[in-house]
Nanobody, 113 residues
Framework: QVQLVESGGGLVQPGGSLRLSCAAS????????MSWYRQAPGKEREFVAE????????SYADSVKGRFTISRDNAEKTVYLQMLSLKPEDTAVYYC??????WGQGTQVTVSP
């Protein structure tokens, strides 16, 4: 059974930082591209970042480029999202996904004074 478990969300002030983690089990982690998505209240889920199976290629939504960094540790079966210079518009539930097939339960990120 595939499980993706996100953690690291919370409440942070504008300009602050958070590091999200997504721990995977039940799949051959090193064979899967991993992604982060987010969904704000009343909005559709949107792509945030992706990393290939080897961790050598990444891509980002324009809205987070230069502020967020996706990385992975295949030995630990974990993917990370380092978020810097957070803005109120980054407030959302953040989900990790394995190739858009498997999804975690999400972790809430709230950016507010």
């Amino acid at each position: 059974q595939v499980q993706l478990v996100e953690s690291g969300g919370g409440l942070v002030q504008p300009g602050g930082s958070l590091r999200l983690s997504c721990a995977a089990s039940g799949l051959t982690f090193g064979r899967y591209a991993m992604s982060w998505y987010r969904q704000a209240p009343g909005k559709e889920r949107e792509f945030v970042a992706e990393i290939n199976f080897a961790g050598t290629t990444t891509s980002y939504a324009d809205s987070v480029k230069g502020r967020f960094t996706i990385s992975r540790d295949n030995a630990e079966k974990t993917v990370y999202l380092q978020m810097l210079s957070l803005k109120p518009e980054d407030t959302a539930v953040y989900y990790c996904s394995a190739v858009g097939v498997y999804w975690g339960q999400g972790t809430q990120v709230t950016v507010s004074p």
